[in-house]
């Protein structure tokens, strides 16, 4: 279920794996909680600043079940729902990396 998840997101264009080739992640920790860090990186190509949101890839619930990819597929999905407006953030993308997190 997972995989087919990720490559759904891969599919529309939101799931990359080019997060080094665009952006440089600073040692800026903006925040931290239970599921996720927010980092400060800058766009390579436009040198403009981001906070780019970090989960942590290993989140269990009680049960043992992972619930990192229902968590970032309800958060994608409702930042695409309210993009356009003027108190919301930018949603640039979702990067999975070849580590025990996703950017």
């Known amino acids: 279920a997972v995989q087919r998840i990720v490559e759904a997101l891969a599919q529309c264009g939101v799931m990359r794996t080019d997060f080094?080739?665009?952006?440089?992640?600073?040692?800026?920790?903006?925040?931290?909680?239970?599921?996720s860090d927010v980092w400060w990186a800058t766009a390579l190509e436009t040198r403009t600043g981001a906070a780019i949101k970090c989960y942590k890839a290993k989140n269990r619930d009680t049960t043992g079940v992972d619930t990192l990819m229902p968590m970032l597929r309800k958060e994608v999905q409702m930042l695409a729902a309210v993009q356009g407006h003027r108190n919301i953030i930018t949603f640039l993308g979702v990067y999975e990396l070849p580590s025990d997190r996703m950017w």
């Open 20 to 35: 080094t080739a665009n952006y440089a992640l600073e040692s800026i920790r903006l925040g931290s909680g239970a599921t």
